[in-house]
Each structure stands twice: as structure tokens, then as C-alpha cells.
């Protein structure tokens, strides 16, 4: 062998050696199953955790391993594991949405979730079935990129997470409740940073260090506004892409919204601080209880004395003046899909949420599968059911989503799938839109906070065929039909997935006596006039304005918040 192609090869090998060595198996065997959880000596209840434990450990990875979750359902319940934030393109069968990508995981059940992490920044992973996340099935999850931008010395991951002292369904109850006095009575709930109070939450710091710290909110429906006292943030990352860093006093993240910011120590062990998790909710309209303030500590010395410099500075950076590093322009929309965002009560008497007068109801076979399925008919809408509010956009065009918020509360609206530019949002309550446009390189996210009375253009390319869910991320909204469906490029779908879902897949469906073929009703036939029978809702007779509903001081005022 001529010594340049012997060159050439132990240079091939030793770059295969690189990547083999980068390149990971990171392998989890969880048994999911309730738990009783006690909140620091206050009160115990019941927790979905992951062999025994609750908080569930964190999850980290690098850009490049795999991820692989043998999950085995305990519960007395079907239950799934959702990747937030992760594309899976190509595996949109691992997205784990219950009955729109999966049957579910049934009881005494086990799903191996096999995913690729193509992508790096802060992640998380929960529950898609019913309000399980809100009951705890939740926890971080971080994804380091190996050729990290930015430079820093340690890394810090807060999950913050809202704590009721009842399970989800007696809220779901409430929420789902016509009379307002129950519907809007207040819920307090606590503020844990990865399960520990945040009141009692330390962070320890050296000085003349800086930290990546890395906010996820992974509750179930409160924002939250987190500052350091006598620090300042950088901020660097929303939603796992990278931006140009901006200074600020604070950040919030939404339900289901991730941020990182850089902190670099003061250097002096001199004094300890004081930095704040803040719970605020629109939801409500109790005085009283907004914001909820909870503060931990920022350790520079177990002996030093906290001072204490300023309050909190509820002050936020725009999304629409951020920047991604990667610099892509803006997008010009294709096809355009109009969202309104109502909820009011239904002719059953019951409270529900809905988008465009449609409020979501599950349908019996998953949507992923009508699509695999149907032949040429996975083009139409009417087989994936009315109330999946499916709407089928092409293979690579860009989808622009305007969505309206006429309710007077706030909503994190999440994209399965993918990110999307926020071109615009401004205020829907006068006769001429009040906007704010954005950069010519628009920020990216995959969750975005809407603003009662508010309203965003969103934009994306369909460039990963599959089946994603649009919904908001407050659990007790999901639960109520706040949440619609795209269906993107089925034949793509149908060519480049149908064969490669597990047997594992299937044999779920076929041990919960679910169909794997067929439209949203299982029906084989190509009539769709039989799909009325999936409609459980009603079409709602009212709606609440974008206004508080004019009674709500008064029911402050009978409760005395």
C-alpha cells in the first residue's frame, strides 16, 4: 500500500475512533409507579415516580448519544413518556403523545423509547396521558453539544415546578366546574426546585466563577420569573436554540418554556444572597396569591450572612428582540392556519377550552396510525376525526400560525416537532392591532407564551413528516381540549415510517383492545359520515370574553382573598 492511502486510512480510523468515543448509549430502566411524597415535613401525597423515587432524577446526554427508556407502567392507568422539545424526525413514533403517536403504555406494560438526541440544549421529559405530569411523571432533561459556543465553568439545572396539595383530577374537577365560584376559587400551590422547597433551596457558588444555569418550568400551569439579587443574568438560550447573549435582571419561563442564562460569582465570600423562584398566574384573578414569592439562597459561605440588595425586577426580555446565533432569516409563509383560542361553557354544562369552536376529544385509533394506514385517504381530514382539529399541510412548506387569544388569561402554547419564528404578537382588544415585529432573524422556540387578549404569528417549515400536536402546555387545559392536531406530508409518513414502528408498538395497542389500522373510529371503510359518532362535546353557547369575568371581585370578596 502507497504510504498516502495508508495515511489516509489510520486517519479514516482514528476520526471513526473520535466518534465512537463521543458517542454513547445512555440506557435507563424505568418502572413508573406512585409514590407518596412528603413536602418537607408540611403534608404527603401521592406522586408518580420512577423506581420508588420521587423527584425522578434528571437525565443527561450529549449531542450525539442515544437515549434509550425501558419504561414499565406500574399505574393503574394506560401512561407514556413525552421528549419535549426533541424533534424525532423519523421516529415521530417515539413522541409519545397517547392516542395521537402511541396507544399509551398499558398497566403492567413496557415501551422501549429508542431516540436519537440529534439536538443539545435544555430538554425535559414527562407524561402524555391525561394530567399525569401534573402529578409528577416529569423531570430535566440535558443535552451538552459537545462544541459548546459559549464558555463557562460549571453548570447549575434548576427544574421549577408548581405543587398542589391535591392530585390533578380533584383540579381537573374544579376547573371543569360551570359555577365560577368554584371554577375560579382559589389554588395555591408550592414552588419546588428539582422536588426540594424553594425556600430552602441553596445554590452554592465560588467565587469568580461562572455557572450556566439552566431554567426549566416543568409544572403544570404557573409561570415562573426567576432573579438573583445583586447578580446579573445572561441570558443565552430559550427552548435549546442558542441566541446572541442579552443582558437582564430576570427571566420567565412559561409552562413548558427552558432558558439558560450565564452567571458569573462575585469575588467575595463576604455575604450570601438571595435569589428569587416567583409563581405568577393570570389564571386566577386573586390578589392575594399573585405573584407567590419564593426565595432560595445563593451560598458563597456557609458562615456569611445573607444580604439582601433589591427585590425582584419583574422585568423581561421581549422574545421578539432576541436573537438565534445560527442567524436563519426569516421565513415567507406558504400556507397560513388562523387559531382562536376560546373557553367558555359547553350546552353539557361543562367548562371547556377549544380552538376555532372545536374542543379536542381523543380518537380511538392513533392519529399517527390512520395516517400510516389509510392509503390516499390519510389526505383528507375528515378521517382523523372532527374533534382531533386536524389540519394536513404539505411536505417543506411554511406553515404560519396565527393564533388569537380571546380569553383574558395567558396561555404557553406548544409545537410538537419542531421550532418555529415568532414573527409578531401584539394586543387583539382594540379595532387596530397594537404589534411588535420581529428581527429579520426572528428567535425560534417550541413554546410560546400568548397573553390574554393577545395574539402571535408563529412560522415553520414542515421539514419532519409526522403527526404533532399544537396545544397549551397548562395541563388542566390540555385536559379540557386546548390542543389541535397537523398531520404533515402523509405520504412521507406512509414511505418512510410505516415500516420501521416496534412490534412493541403494536402488541401496546393490541393488549389495550385499540385498533392499529383505520380511520379515528377504526373503521376500515372509506364512508366518513359514521366520524359525528366521535363528537362528545358539545358546541359551546357562550364564551368568556378577554376580559376578567365581571363578577371575579366579588368572589374575591365572598372568599376574603
Not at 70 to 84: D, I, Q, R, V
Not at 133 to 138: H, I, K, V, Y
Not at 316 to 332: F, H, S, V
Request: hydrophobic share 40%; with cysteine; glycine share 6%.
Amino acid at each position: 500500500m502507497k504510504p498516502i492511502l495508508l495515511l489516509l486510512l489510520l486517519l479514516v480510523l482514528f476520526l471513526a475512533s473520535c466518534v465512537a468515543v463521543r458517542a454513547a448509549v445512555v440506557e435507563l430502566f424505568w418502572d413508573i409507579e406512585y409514590v407518596d411524597y412528603r413536602m418537607e415535613g408540611m403534608f404527603t401525597r401521592q406522586a408518580i415516580g420512577i423506581n420508588g423515587q420521587w423527584p425522578i432524577p434528571g437525565v443527561v446526554a450529549n449531542k450525539g448519544d442515544t437515549l434509550i427508556i425501558h419504561a414499565t407502567n406500574k399505574l393503574k392507568e394506560p401512561a407514556s413518556l413525552h421528549s419535549h422539545g426533541l424533534f424525532q424526525n423519523g421516529t415521530n413514533f417515539y413522541d409519545g403523545a397517547a392516542m395521537v403517536t402511541e396507544c399509551g403504555i398499558p398497566m403492567n406494560g413496557t415501551f422501549t423509547y429508542n431516540i436519537a438526541l440529534k439536538q443539545a440544549g435544555t430538554y425535559w421529559i414527562h407524561s402524555h396521558f391525561k394530567s399525569q405530569t401534573a402529578d409528577g411523571l416529569r423531570t430535566s432533561l440535558v443535552i451538552r453539544d459537545p462544541d459548546e459556543v459559549y464558555e463557562y465553568d460549571d453548570e447549575i439545572v434548576l427544574p421549577l415546578e408548581d405543587w398542589f396539595r391535591e392530585p390533578a383530577k380533584v383540579l381537573i374537577n374544579q376547573f371543569n366546574n360551570p359555577d365560577p365560584h368554584i371554577r375560579f376559587k382559589p389554588i395555591v400551590p408550592y414552588a419546588l426546585i428539582g422536588g426540594v422547597c424553594a425556600n430552602s433551596k441553596r445554590i452554592q457558588f465560588v467565587p469568580g466563577k461562572t455557572y450556566r444555569i439552566r431554567l426549566l418550568n416543568i409544572g403544570a400551569s404557573f409561570d415562573f420569573h426567576f432573579s438573583m439579587e445583586a447578580h446579573m443574568l445572561r441570558l443565552i438560550e430559550v427552548d435549546g436554540v442558542m441566541v446572541k447573549e442579552r443582558l437582564t435582571h430576570g427571566v420567565t419561563v412559561g409552562t413548558g418554556q427552558r432558558a439558560s442564562v450565564l452567571v458569573t460569582a462575585l469575588n467575595t465570600t463576604a455575604n450570601n444572597y438571595v435569589f428569587h423562584a416567583d409563581m405568577y398566574t393570570d389564571l386566577l384573578q386573586m390578589p392575594r396569591y399573585n405573584p407567590l414569592n419564593f426565595t432560595g439562597t445563593i451560598e458563597y459561605s456557609p458562615k456569611a450572612r445573607i444580604k439582601r440588595e433589591r427585590s425582584a425586577v419583574w422585568l423581561n426580555i421581549n422574545d421578539l428582540d432576541l436573537e438565534p446565533l445560527d442567524g436563519d432569516p426569516m421565513l415567507d409563509a406558504d400556507k397560513v392556519v388562523t387559531l382562536d383560542a376560546y373557553s367558555g361553557i359547553f350546552t353539557d354544562q361543562s367548562f371547556r377550552h377549544s380552538f376555532n369552536n372545536v374542543t379536542y376529544a381523543t380518537p380511538k385509533v392513533p392519529t399517527l396510525l390512520t395516517a400510516m394506514t389509510m392509503g390516499s385517504y390519510a389526505n383528507h381530514t375528515d378521517v382523523y376525526g372532527k374533534q382531533t382539529n386536524t389540519h394536513i399541510i404539505k411536505h417543506l412548506d411554511v406553515v404560519q400560525i396565527v393564533v388569537n387569544n380571546h380569553d383574558y388569561y395567558s396561555h404557553p402554547f406548544h409545537l410538537h416537532g419542531h421550532v418555529f419564528q415568532i414573527i409578531e404578537m401584539g394586543s387583539i382588544r382594540t379595532k387596530e392591532r397594537h404589534a411588535k415585529t420581529a428581527l429579520d432573524t426572528p428567535v425560534k422556540r417550541d413554546t410560546v407564551v400568548i397573553g390574554g387578549g393577545h395574539y402571535a404569528i408563529l412560522r415553520f417549515r414542515a421539514d419532519n413528516p409526522g403527526v404533532w400536536l399544537f396545544h397549551c402546555h397548562i395541563d388542566f387545559h390540555i385536559m379540557l381540549g386546548l390542543q389541535m392536531t397537523f398531520v404533515e406530508a402523509p405520504d412521507k409518513i406512509q414511505s418512510r415510517m410505516k415500516h420501521k414502528v416496534p412490534e412493541m408498538y403494536r402488541e401496546n395497542c393490541v393488549a389495550q383492545g385499540i385498533k392499529t389500522t383505520g380511520n379515528a373510529l377504526g373503521s376500515e371503510a372509506v364512508d366518513l359520515r359514521d366520524l359525528d359518532q366521535l363528537d362528545p362535546s358539545p358546541y359551546p353557547d357562550r364564551f368568556e370574553s378577554a376580559d376578567p369575568p365581571s363578577g371575579w371581585k366579588l368572589i374575591s370578596y365572598i372568599l376574603q382573598v
